[in-house]
Nanobody, 124 residues
Framework: QVQLQASGGGSVQSGGSLRLSCAAS????????IGWFRQAPGKERVFVSA????????TYATSVKGRFTISRHNAADTVYLQMNSLKPEDTAVYFC?????????????????WGQGTQVTVSS
């Protein structure tokens, strides 16, 4: 199984930037996709972005497209989420997750390994 650790969260003002990291360990060879989800207080967990580990294919939720960029550092088994132009509505706990198959429109059910999440707070 793959183990995931999300980090890099923090507090930032509206318009600021943060870079989240998702470090993978364990059976990383079995993971074809790494994705980011977020959950705001009192709201459902929603998809943010995903990257195909082998291909580098990326996909984004419409709410973050153009502001967030997902990338990978294969040698370090790490996926990054660069978040620019942050808005208060981006405030959430961000989770990284791993799945065995890449889809251009991922859902939560496509991922079977989850990290604990990292808090992102954006103030206006």
């Amino acid at each position: 199984q793959v183990q995931l650790q999300a980090s890099g969260g923090g507090s930032v003002q509206s318009g600021g930037s943060l870079r989240l990291s998702c470090a993978a360990s364990g059976r990383t060879f079995s993971s074809y996709v790494i994705g980011w989800f977020r959950q705001a207080p009192g709201k459902e967990r929603v998809f943010v972005s995903a990257i195909g580990w082998n291909t580098g294919d990326t996909t984004y939720a419409t709410s973050v497209k153009g502001r967030f960029t997902i990338s990978r550092h294969n040698a370090a088994d790490t996926v990054y989420l660069q978040m620019n132009s942050l808005k208060p509505e981006d405030t959430a706990v961000y989770f990284c997750a791993a799945g065995e198959k890449y889809y251009s429109s991922p859902t939560e059910g496509d991922f079977n390994s989850w990290g604990q999440g990292t808090q992102v707070t954006v103030s206006s």
